[in-house]
């Protein structure tokens, strides 16, 4: 391991165990030797990781946040 490792800011969007909500958090995480995110553990504690990120992602729209009947859909 390097004596300073490098660190990201990453966007993870993730569910919790406990609701099918989709969430998101905006870390700086540490990067191993091969250049891979490290998520702590805690930070991976009943959740369902859908996605890591580069960077700080705006999200605009997830899954449930409008729901629209079909007669308004192209």
């Known amino acids: 391991m390097s004596s300073q490792q490098e660190r990201e800011v990453v966007t993870i969007i993730y569910y919790c165990d406990s609701s099918l909500e989709?969430?998101?958090?905006?870390c700086d995480l540490m990067k191993s030797d091969s250049g891979r995110i490290i998520i702590p553990n805690d930070l991976k504690k009943?959740?369902?990781i859908v996605a890591v990120c580069l960077?700080?992602?705006?999200?605009?729209?997830?899954?449930?946040?409008?729901?629209?009947?079909?007669?308004?859909?192209?």
């Open 46 to 48: 009943n959740k369902s």
């Open 55 to 74: 960077g700080k992602v705006n999200i605009l729209n997830k899954v449930g946040d409008r729901i629209i009947g079909a007669e308004y859909v192209a």
């Open 22 to 26: 989709l969430k998101h958090v905006v």
